[in-house]
């Protein structure tokens, strides 16, 4: 008898939740209230009480009882995730349930370039509020911050970031952000080199940071394997790579052009005074140079320099002399 009681009791209860919402439905149509929305946040601890409280407090809803009553009769109390929402301002209660139980979130989207340094990355994460400064920083003051995301070893994550465009949920925390773009990263990797596993950390470290160096350096991107035959054989044959890029990432803000001031700078990146590769990658480096550090071609050429600007192509030399020729040249186009 008592269960029999129950179910009418739930029945009539539903039935005046319809009702109640063509009412509600009816008079803004009357108002001709225009057709807008609002978002909510669902947080962590949630449950059906706890979100009729908060909506009820934001005057989305007008009874709680009804709202609890809709989420049970649909016995979708197990089925409440966290994140943001949209609710069109027309929505009546039972619209609300289902806009959020249903798991319908609010999404954001953001464009990481290639080439873009680990501090460039997090400040159009905090333009376009994908997550805060405060988040970030929270987040990065551990030390063992790259082996939470799977880096072990690693003394950051500079390089190891995938160029590309990228959505989430809003109110995504930054440790999953950071965690899909490595794991983009790796499987670009996969692509490139499938046996990348068999290389050791530093092997595998010293990859990244040599196509991150050709990232910067290329522009056309059908030179990325031949400039990185150039380093390859500067390395070889224990020649200093010399590599504007590498100064460029010491300095605050990037220059059209380097003075001999900047290339004295005493920095381990600072690759026209240390011999070898820097320490780190100084960016995220796209496909094509990722691709070229590890399938460099073969030639005997140890200098490049820029032969037209336009087109981002440079004339490659073997030797000294003829490199010297080819930076005359440079510098009449560009009036030096």
């Known amino acids: ?10 029945l009539i209860i539903i039935f005046l939740s319809v009702l109640f919402s063509l009412v509600i439905f009816m008079n803004r149509a009357t108002l001709n209230i225009p057709i807008t929305g609002y978002e909510i946040e669902v947080k962590a601890g949630y449950n059906a009480h706890k979100l009729a409280d908060m909506l009820s407090e934001k005057k989305f809803i007008r009874s709680k009882i009804l709202f609890i ?10 089925n409440l995730k966290t994140g943001w ?33 680990f ?70 990797l996969k692509e490139i080199y499938p046996d990348y596993k068999m290389l050791n950390k530093k092997e595998l470290l010293n990859k990244i940071i040599l196509a991150s160096i050709i990232e910067k ?14 380093f390859n054989n500067r390395l070889k044959s224990k020649m200093k790579l010399q590599s504007c890029a590498t100064v460029q990432f010491i300095l605050d803000k990037p220059k059209e ?3 001999e001031s900047d290339i004295l700078i005493d920095n381990p990146y600072n690759t026209y005074l240390y011999m070898g590769l820097p320490p780190g990658p100084i ?20 200098y490049f320099v820029v032969k037209n600007p336009a087109a981002g192509t440079h ?21 030096f």
């Open 1 to 10: 008898m008592k269960v029999l009681l129950k179910s009418i009791v739930l």
């Open 69 to 78: 009553s809709i989420v049970k009769a649909l016995r979708l109390e197990k």
């Open 85 to 117: 929402f949209y609710i069109d301002n027309n929505s009546s209660t039972s619209d609300i349930v289902k806009a959020i139980y249903s798991g319908k979130f609010i999404t954001v989207s953001f464009m990481i370039p290639e080439g873009s340094t």
């Open 119 to 188: 501090k460039q990355i997090n400040e159009i994460l905090v333009k376009e509020q994908i997550v805060s400064q405060n988040e970030i920083a929270d987040f990065l003051s551990t030390s063992d911050y790259p082996a939470k995301l799977g880096l072990l070893g690693y003394k950051n994550i500079e390089g190891f970031l995938s160029p590309d465009t990228y959505k989430f949920n809003k109110g995504t925390d930054i440790k999953t952000i950071y965690s899909a773009m490595i794991k983009l990263f790796y499987d670009k």
């Open 217 to 230: 350096e290329v522009k056309n991107h059908s030179e990325s394997p031949i400039v990185a035959g150039v």
């Open 257 to 259: 052009q380097l003075f």
């Open 283 to 302: 960016c995220s480096p796209g496909y094509d140079a990722l691709r070229a550090a590890f399938y460099p071609e073969k030639h005997n050429y140890y």
């Open 315 to 335: 004339h490659f030399s073997e030797t000294y002399e003829e490199h010297l020729a080819a930076q005359k040249k440079y510098k009449a186009i560009k009036g």
